[in-house]
């Protein structure tokens, strides 16, 4: 018995679709997924052309020196405890508060520091510093 086949030898001239289409698919489904982040608007306060800026005003410095002695120094000038108080209170209602900087010298008590310090803060300043003893 002899059969007979049809065998071309032609190329098939067909594509076949399948990769194509899951590709496709793919891109498709990236597209989706990044395209609202895409659209995200964020809101910036950028300066405007033309408008000043007006630097941050820098809190001036106060040195209070206390001597061995217990004398006080308010920026060179001498003081005493009751003036020292009302010079916090001013120094505590300007616009913009003053640095204190206490220069203790090596014979003050820690009960006068302490005191200066705790009168300074009762008065609402917030920026105190020590001298550095160099």
């Known amino acids: ?5 049809r065998v071309s030898h032609a190329p098939l001239a067909q594509i076949n679709i399948t990769p194509l289409v899951d590709v ?20 910036l ?3 405007q052309p033309g408008a000043t800026f007006d630097p941050p005003i820098e809190p001036s410095m106060v040195q209070l020196s206390i001597h061995a002695d217990g004398s006080m120094y308010w920026n060179d000038a001498p003081i005493d405890a009751a003036m020292l108080s009302s010079q916090l209170a001013i120094a505590s209602h300007l616009p913009v508060r003053p640095h204190l900087v206490i220069d203790p010298a090596d014979g003050v008590s820690y009960q006068t520091v302490a005191s200066v310090i705790s009168d ?15």
């Open 1 to 5: 018995m002899a059969f007979s086949a």
């Open 24 to 43: 496709l698919l793919v891109l498709l489904v990236i597209t989706m997924i990044t395209s609202p982040v895409l659209t995200h608007k964020l809101k």
């Open 45 to 47: 306060d950028l300066p």
């Open 120 to 134: 300074a803060k009762r008065q609402g300043l917030q920026k105190i510093d020590f001298m550095d003893p160099r």
